[in-house]
């Protein structure tokens, strides 16, 4: 769907209304929920890569949450550091 079809549809309009409302930038509001949807993702796949290699590795469960929580809080220290 292109920009253009978006932002001249009732949706569009409805949440542009809605987001100023609650005087909010309508498009700075959808790229804050895009940038999100990106990372959430991106943290599901992050995370199915890890539950597979940690079933073909042998980890145990705890093991594997141990390394997902270490791999995005490292991944957070980077984003804070740029």
Not at 7 to 36: C, D, H, I, K
Not at 42 to 50: I, P, T, W
Not at 56 to 76: H, L, P, Q, T
Request: glycine share 4%; aromatic share 6%.
């Amino acid at each position: 769907m292109a920009k253009d079809s978006v932002t001249g549809s009732g949706v569009w309009l409805r949440f542009e209304r809605a987001a100023r409302q609650r005087r909010r930038n309508p498009v700075r509001l959808l790229a804050e929920y895009m940038s999100e949807c990106l990372e959430r993702w991106e943290d599901e796949r992050l995370d199915a890569e890890m539950r597979e290699e940690a079933r073909s590795s042998g980890y145990r469960e705890r093991e594997a949450v141990d390394i997902v929580r270490r791999c995005r809080r490292e991944r957070r220290v980077r984003r804070a550091a740029s």
